[in-house]
């Protein structure tokens, strides 16, 4: 049933709230080619999906706590929507946000992320958000340049956010002001993960895989893949790390590749987690993990 109900559409993302329950948007490839705005909404409960249709290009979702339990979606013109159990809020970043950036913003949004259970949204050209109610936004970008064109953003708390973003660029904020931290590369970074064990990861293209943290970073050999990461998590005291084709754990210093079992996804893309189980998914495939065992979600 669930394979069936995606047939044809392209999974952009997806996020998993708990075992047999997560979130997936798609697209229909050949609006896509037309450039009609568009996302074709998924909710998984217990093997059952249900369908839904929104009017924008929703590319990047998490979960939020504050300032009420929900789903936070996202798309590079700044469109976002929050679901909570009281309905749907929608609108603009850059219009319902304080205070106004010195140059207007119209696009530029690549993904929105969860920290202390608040989302934030990162960007091209300096751009950081925090959702601070249901429709509204705080902008905490002042400080950074238009040149930091941001990829992805994680912390600690609210005091201890990291930022990374295109040619090796590196950002810290200690919930006052930016500090550009210098990492052992000039690669591009897409994706960062406060750990369990107190560490930051880092990584983006050519397979590049950081570790470290304040003023402190260092690349870890894995010698496990060269292809571009485009996520990272951490799962049960273990780092994850995937491409667009591969899924890989980090061992020591190693990167191993994922055994799925005989069920092999086909792609590979981004990461979610919430305790007990975590998702990877790709344009075609969604598979579950409880610590044990792989099974196909989609």
Known sequence: M??????GLIIRTAVVRMPGLGYIYAADPKKEKRGVPHTITFRFKDGVLTRAEANYDAHSLTLIAKPEAGLVSIAGNGYYSVITAQ?????????????APPTPRVSGIRSVSSVDGEAYAIGLRGIVYRLTGLKTWAR????????????????????????????GALWQFDGTQWTRREPPTSETLTAVKCAGNGRVYVAGHGGVLLEG????WRAI???GTED?????????????????SG???????????????????????????????????????IMSFDGTRWTRVV
């Open 2 to 7: 669930a394979q069936s109900s995606l047939k």
């Open 87 to 99: 309905g749907s809020k929608s609108g603009d970043i850059f219009s319902n946000s304080t205070p």
């Open 140 to 167: 905490i970008d002042e400080g950074l340049p238009e040149t930091f064109n941001g990829q992805a953003l994680h912390g600690f708390s609210p005091g201890d956010l990291y930022a990374v973003g295109r040619e």
């Open 213 to 216: 943290r304040g003023d402190s």
């Open 221 to 223: 050999p894995h010698g």
């Open 228 to 244: 571009n990461i485009w996520d990272l998590e951490w799962f049960q005291d273990r780092l994850y790390v995937s491409t667009l």
């Open 247 to 285: 899924l890989y754990r980090l061992e020591g210093e190693r990167l191993e590749a994922v055994d799925f079992g005989a069920d092999s996804p086909k792609s590979c893309y981004q990461l979610s987690t919430c305790e007990g189980v975590m998702w990877s998914s790709g344009e075609a495939d």
